[in-house]
């Protein structure tokens, strides 16, 4: 009775054993995955030193967009068209003829609305409003003046904006990127100096362009009951002033 029980334990004990050596590893990867090391991955504790750098170009802007139209409100649909229509041609008629080629001029709006009067008790309509907008791109700003001036003598009667911008905009940002590269590298070398350390490479590194075009809103309106007013003895002054091209980037450099 006794030798058999001690048989058991011993036999029972033999088994666990040889169930723990074989069981083991299989726990103990799902338990523990391992993954390799993904060799591109910066490790979670790489020492780095974050920085930015500024880089800018100023420059006198050399070309411009115009918005300007017509409003035109008559009694009826047909004559409201009829003279918006009339007025844009001699516009564009103008444009020609201040050198602006037909590439150069894009149909910006073009929309025909009922005017109503909301001071009687009943709502009704008055008349109908059109409004013909182009946009038109100057690459001689010298031309300028003459194209606000001569449009609004030719049946304008709004000029939104004008849009100053430079035509090689592409070269300038890669010398403000350049310059906002120095900076950044300047920041954190006398960062590492003052640490004692030295910088190994890249981690990495983003950048922000604050570069838009510079808008002058309202740059002159005209009657349109009157077809248009004389061009002015005076042309309308227009300063191009100049214009910021700003890159900020953001680094982080090993160490």
Same mark, same amino acid.
Request: charged share 15%; hydrophobic share 40%.
């Given at each position: 009775m006794?030798?058999?029980?001690?048989?058991?334990?011993?036999?029972? =004990?033999? =088994?666990?054993?040889a169930?723990?050596?074989? &069981?083991? !590893?299989m726990?103990?990867?799902?338990?523990?995955?391992?993954?390799?090391?993904?060799p591109t991955?910066?490790?979670a504790?790489?020492?780095?030193?974050?920085?930015?750098?500024?880089? +800018?170009?100023?420059? +006198? !802007?050399?070309?411009?967009?115009?918005?300007?139209?017509?409003?035109?409100?008559?009694?009826?649909? +047909?004559? /409201?068209?009829?003279?918006?229509?009339?007025?844009?041609? &001699?516009i564009?008629?103008?444009?020609?003829?201040?050198?602006?080629d037909?590439?150069?001029?894009?149909?910006?709006?073009?929309?025909?609305?009922?005017?109503y009067?909301?001071?009687?008790?009943t709502?009704?309509?008055?008349?109908?409003?059109v409004?013909?907008?182009?946009?038109?791109h100057?690459?001689?700003?010298?031309k300028?003046?003459?194209?606000?001036?001569?449009?609004?003598?030719?049946?304008?009667?709004?000029?939104?904006?004008?849009?100053f911008d430079?035509s090689?905009?592409?070269?300038?940002?890669?010398? /403000?990127? =350049?310059?906002?590269?120095?900076?950044?590298? &300047?920041?954190?070398?006398?960062?590492?100096?003052?640490?004692g350390?030295?910088i190994?490479?890249?981690?990495?590194?983003?950048?922000?362009?604050?570069? &838009?075009p510079?808008?002058i809103?309202?740059?002159?309106?005209?009657?349109?009951? +009157?077809?248009?007013?004389?061009? !002015?003895?005076?042309?309308?002054?227009?300063?191009?002033?100049?214009?910021?091209?700003t890159?900020?980037?953001?680094?982080s450099?090993?160490?």
């Open positions: 006794h030798g058999f029980s001690r048989s058991s334990i011993a036999l029972g =004990a033999i =088994a666990l054993l169930l723990g050596v074989f &069981s083991a !590893p726990l103990a990867g799902l338990t523990h995955p391992a993954y390799a090391a993904d991955t910066p490790a504790n790489e020492h780095v030193i974050s920085v930015t750098g500024t880089g +800018k170009v100023t420059v +006198k !802007p050399d070309v411009a967009d115009v918005s300007l139209g017509v409003d035109v409100t008559r009694d009826t649909a +047909k004559a /409201a068209r009829d003279d918006a229509a009339t007025a844009m041609t &001699s564009i008629s103008e444009l020609h003829t201040l050198g602006i037909d590439s150069n001029i894009q149909t910006s709006t073009i929309s025909l609305n009922p005017v009067d909301y001071n009687s008790s709502q009704r309509v008055t008349g109908y409003e409004t013909n907008q182009v946009s038109v100057v690459t001689d700003l010298t300028l003046p003459d194209i606000l001036d001569q449009s609004v003598a030719a049946g304008a009667t709004n000029v939104n904006g004008v849009s430079v090689n905009r592409t070269d300038l940002e890669n010398q /403000a990127r =350049a310059a906002a590269v120095t900076d950044a590298r &300047s920041h954190a070398d006398a960062l590492a100096s003052a640490a350390v030295t190994t490479g890249v981690q990495s590194i983003s950048e922000t362009t604050d570069s &838009s510079w808008p809103y309202g740059a002159g309106v005209a009657d349109s009951s +009157k077809g248009g007013v004389p061009a !002015p003895a005076v042309p309308t002054p227009v300063q191009p002033g100049t214009q910021d091209i890159i900020t980037i953001s680094v450099y090993l160490i």
